[in-house]
T-cell receptor
Framework: GAGVSQSPSNKVTEKGKDVELRCDPI?????LYWYRQSLGQGLEFLIY????????KSGLPSDRFSAERTGGSVSTLTIQRTQQEDSAVYLC??????????FGPGTRLLVL | AQSVSQHNHHVILSEAASLELGCNYS??????LFWYVQYPGQHLQLLLK??????LVKGIKGFEAEFIKSKFSFNLRKPSVQWSDTAEYFC????????????FGQGTTLQVKP
């Protein structure tokens, strides 16, 4: 079956621009997660959506980062006024509950 | 705060050698433990997981891990590695309250020489 998909696969942007990253979770999965994978920082949790509950935003590094999940399915991670330190691979995962998470291929973001 | 520590950052082995990758976590309550693998050019995949029960868990491709609560450890093992096991391995913990949020270790890059 279809796995988690993310778009774009690669994004190059200039410092100060806004970017939107999209995640399509596995159909029927109620939980959706965003992580960031960068050199020197490893894999960091960013935000977590579970059903209709308020999202857990405890991992967002600054108020330039935000995410939404529309209709309990697709999610968009927005980074405003990008900085060079935002360069990383942004990973999305989904799960049917709180158990095993299934990861997408990631979006590689490069901020020049 | 929870943390996960992987002691080996880069491991180089010859084919048929035995593998053990260390993982320790800091949280003292109930945890769920995972090993994920990322093969070159591919996305993260679940290798194995421990939720409860038998502390020796078996995963895909001949991997296994042992949960030792007293040592806060969840080491990954494989008796005989293959060149195709070359990948990056991540240990992760989920807890408390089953929030779903995974805390990852820094990862271990395994290179298997043919």
């Amino acid at each position: 079956g279809a796995g988690v998909s993310q778009s774009p696969s690669n994004k190059v942007t200039e410092k100060g621009k806004d970017v939107e990253l999209r995640c399509d979770p596995i159909s029927g999965h109620t939980a959706l997660y965003w992580y960031r994978q960068s050199l020197g920082q490893g894999l960091e949790f960013l935000i977590y959506f579970q059903g209709n509950s308020a999202p857990d935003k405890s991992g967002l590094p600054s108020d330039r980062f935000s995410a939404e999940r529309t209709g309990g399915s697709v999610s968009t991670l927005t980074i405003q006024r990008t900085q060079q330190e935002d360069s990383a691979v942004y990973l999305c995962a989904s799960s049917p509950g709180w158990e095993t998470q299934y990861f997408g291929p990631g979006t590689r973001l490069l901020v020049l | 705060a929870q943390s996960v520590s992987q002691h080996n950052h880069h491991v180089i082995l010859s084919e048929a050698a035995s593998l053990e990758l260390g993982c320790n976590y800091s949280y003292g309550g109930t945890v769920n433990l995972f090993w994920y693998v990322q093969y070159p050019g591919q996305h993260l995949q679940l290798l194995l997981k421990y939720f409860s029960g038998d502390p020796l868990v078996k995963g895909i491709k001949g991997f296994e891990a042992e949960f030792i609560k007293s040592k806060f450890s969840f080491n990954l093992r494989k008796p005989s590695v293959q060149w195709s096991d070359t990948a990056e391995y991540f240990c992760a913990v989920n807890g408390p309250s089953n929030t779903g949020k995974l805390i990852f270790g820094q990862g271990t890059t395994l290179q298997v020489k043919p």
